[in-house]
């Protein structure tokens, strides 16, 4: 009886919101994330390939290329092909609506400029000096070092999030609630935790050749943000997480 309310109730939920469910579906998520790859792709072709590939994407695409898997399009094909699997073992319908990809196009940017905010806040209480970060620079958008950052940040929002949060949180959370129960909600969070940190880490020297040196106010920037996307992805998808991801990066450079 209990099991059948249940069923009752998220039919309800679904039926009066259907957005917020529409979102998490793997071809809904895969229909607002190919535009972003294709855009990506496209950028490498035409700005320097070395600047534009994501740190991420480099090392994903070397360790293809030593078990014999060089062109560059593995990468996104194994991002297309998860997601479609995913789909297929949902079982879920072939339907997307229009509406919804432009729904999640307005809360990514919504959702990025809050984590925008949250950062910078950060930062200025990490060093009170950093309060000149709030002024915005819209001039360097004419130059091509911009554009190429562009790129690489939507690459970052689609690489970083398919490696750190839909390939490391959502098979560890799947098969742990298949051993320990449904109920183990501390193992959401420590599989939240141990992914931010990895994920903050990657972005520096010691483990990514092209990473900045460690600074302890920009790494707790970055498990904190982890976190965020971390939340992001489980309450609103992986195509809403992609999109904030890419939208705070290239806010962050204004």
């Not at 994903?60 to 297929?88: D, N």
């Not at 554009?147 to 839909?166: M, P, Q, Y």
Request: aromatic fraction near 16%; charge should be positive.
């Amino acid at each position: 009886m209990v099991s059948m309310d249940r069923i009752s109730n998220s039919r309800l939920e679904r039926n009066l919101f259907p957005y917020f469910f529409e979102t998490q579906r793997p071809l809904v998520c895969l229909a607002f994330v190919v535009p972003l790859l294709f855009c990506y792709e496209l950028g490498v072709l035409l700005l320097d390939d070395q600047a534009v590939r994501n740190g991420v994407d480099q090392m994903i695409q070397h360790q293809l290329r030593r078990v014999g898997f060089g062109e560059l399009i593995v990468f996104p094909a194994i991002i297309i092909g998860t997601l479609l699997f995913w789909h297929h073992w949902r079982r879920d319908r072939w339907a997307i609506r229009p509406i919804v990809l432009l729904g999640m196009l307005a809360e990514s940017i919504f959702l990025g400029l809050i984590l925008l905010c949250c950062a910078k806040a950060q930062k200025i209480l990490l060093d009170p000096q950093a309060a000149s970060v709030l002024t915005m620079n819209f001039s360097v958008i004419y130059s091509i070092e911009w554009w190429t950052k562009l790129v690489s940040f939507i690459g970052a929002g689609i690489f970083e999030e398919f490696v750190f949060r839909l390939a490391a949180i959502a098979p560890f959370i799947f098969l742990g609630k298949r051993c320990l129960g449904s109920k183990k909600w501390y193992l959401v969070f420590i599989i939240c935790v141990i992914s931010s940190i990895i994920f903050a880490l990657m972005h520096y020297d010691a483990l990514n050749i092209a990473g900045s040196p460690f600074e302890w106010s920009s790494f707790l920037i970055r498990v904190l943000a982890g976190l965020f996307f971390c939340v992001i992805f489980l309450t609103r998808g992986f195509g809403v997480a992609v999109g904030v991801h890419a939208a705070y990066n290239v806010f962050t450079q204004f």
